[in-house]
C-alpha cells in the first residue's frame, strides 16, 4: 500500500538553530509532495510542494526541502528556526494520474521551538 | 489568493441533532473539494471526496448516511453530521483543489463539540 513516513513524530529544537523534518514515501509511480504546517485550532498551510523539476525547492517561512527520487524523500529544512515555528508539521503525497488528487498524509511531526 | 474558509468555525450541539458545516473558495472554482477529520494530535483522515454536481465519495468505513456532503455550486461544499453522537466530536477540516497547479488548499477547520 503506497504510505507516507513522517520519521520523528516530535522534534525539540532551540532557537535560531537548523532543524530538518524527514519524510519518506512508498511509491512506484511519479507523485507530488507536500509539506504543510498546522498550528493550534487552525487547518493546515501549504508551505511548500514539490511537482518536478529541480530537487531544492523554496518554500514560504524560510522553509525548503530537498527531494531525493533514489530514496524516496523530500526531508524539510530551515536553518534558523524561530519560537513562531513551533507547529505540527505533515508531508503529504499525491500520485499522478490516480485518486484524483487524493493526499495521503503523513503522521504529523511536532516542532517544538525553545528559547 | 486560493482561499478556503469555513464555517462555522466552531459549534456545540447536542446528542441527536444535525449540524452541518460550510467548505467556500473564495477566489477560485473547485470542481473537487475534500473533507477530512482529525482528532488530538492526529493526522488528517479523509472522509469524502466531494464533486460538483454529483455524488460524494466517501472512503471506506465512513457512513455516508451520516456525514451527508452536497457539492452545490463549484465554490460551496456541504458536510452535515446527521444526529450526532458524542462520538462525532472532532475537528473537520474540508479543503479544495485548485485545478491550474494541481494543489489542494485547506479551510481553517471546524471544531464540532457533541455533548
Known amino acids: 500500500a503506497q504510505s507516507v513516513t513522517q520519521l520523528d513524530s516530535q522534534v525539540p529544537v532551540f532557537e535560531e538553530a537548523p532543524v530538518e523534518l524527514r519524510c519518506n514515501y512508498s511509491s512506484s509511480v511519479s507523485v507530488y509532495l507536500f509539506w504543510y504546517v498546522q498550528y493550534p485550532n487552525q487547518g493546515l498551510q501549504l508551505l511548500l510542494k514539490?511537482?518536478?523539476?529541480?530537487?531544492l525547492v523554496k518554500g514560504i517561512n524560510g522553509f525548503e526541502a530537498e527531494f531525493n527520487k533514489s530514496q524516496t524523500s523530500l526531508h524539510l529544512r530551515k536553518p534558523s528556526v524561530h519560537i513562531s515555528d513551533t507547529a505540527e508539521y505533515f508531508c503529504a503525497v499525491t500520485y499522478l494520474g490516480n485518486q484524483g488528487g487524493k493526499l495521503i498524509f503523513g503522521q504529523g511531526t511536532e516542532l517544538s521551538v525553545k528559547p | 489568493g486560493a482561499v478556503v474558509s469555513q464555517h462555522p468555525s466552531w459549534v456545540i450541539c447536542k446528542s441527536g441533532t444535525s449540524v452541518k458545516i460550510e467548505c467556500r473558495s473564495l477566489d477560485f472554482q473547485a470542481t473537487t473539494m475534500f473533507w477530512y477529520r482529525q482528532f488530538p494530535k492526529q493526522s488528517l483522515m479523509l472522509m469524502a471526496t466531494?464533486?460538483?454536481?454529483?455524488?460524494?465519495?466517501?472512503e471506506q468505513g465512513v457512513e455516508k448516511d451520516k456525514f451527508l456532503i452536497n457539492h452545490a455550486s463549484l465554490t460551496l461544499s456541504t458536510l452535515t453530521v446527521t444526529s450526532a453522537h458524542p462520538e462525532d466530536s472532532s475537528f473537520y477540516i474540508c479543503?479544495?483543489?485548485?485545478?491550474?497547479?494541481?494543489?489542494?488548499?485547506f479551510g481553517p477547520g471546524t471544531r464540532l463539540t457533541v455533548l
Open positions: 514539490y511537482l518536478s523539476g529541480s530537487t
Open positions: 466531494s464533486n460538483e454536481g454529483s455524488k460524494a465519495t466517501y
Open positions: 479543503s479544495a483543489i485548485l485545478a491550474a497547479t494541481d494543489t489542494q488548499y
